[in-house]
């Protein structure tokens, strides 16, 4: 079964950067899409960045674009997030999964916190 456990969260102060991490066990991680996730309470998740299987192509909510990164390691069945210029509504609890469709068991999170 796929286990995928998040990492590098933190607390910062706005217009910090951070770098999250993701390490997946099980199945085919080079096969598929990727997400990053974020949620805060009381909200649905929301996915804020995706890149494809060869990496060859990312995505991301307007929210986050041209200050976040996504990248993946098909060797090592990692997927990153480097977040740069952080903003106070950035802070979050960022999960990864499959994207658009988040069909793995979901990971513990990573907390993100951005103080102004």
């Known amino acids: 079964q796929v286990q995928l456990v998040e990492s590098g969260g933190g607390s910062v102060q706005a217009g910090g950067s951070l770098r999250l991490s993701c390490a997946t066990t099980?199945?085919?991680?080079?096969?598929?899409?990727m997400g990053w996730y974020r949620q805060t309470p009381g909200n649905q998740r929301e996915l804020v960045a995706s890149?494809?299987?060869?990496?060859?192509?990312?995505t991301y909510a307007d929210s986050v674009k041209g200050r976040f990164t996504i990248s993946r390691d098909n060797a090592r069945s990692t997927l990153s997030l480097e977040m740069n210029n952080l903003k106070p509504e950035d802070t979050a609890v960022y999960y990864c999964?499959?994207?658009?469709?988040?069909?793995?068991?979901w990971g513990q999170g990573t907390q993100v916190i951005v103080s102004s």
């Open positions: 999964n499959l994207a658009p469709r988040s069909l793995w068991p």
């Open positions: 099980g199945h085919f991680f080079s096969a598929y899409t």
């Open positions: 890149i494809i299987s060869s990496g060859g192509d990312t």
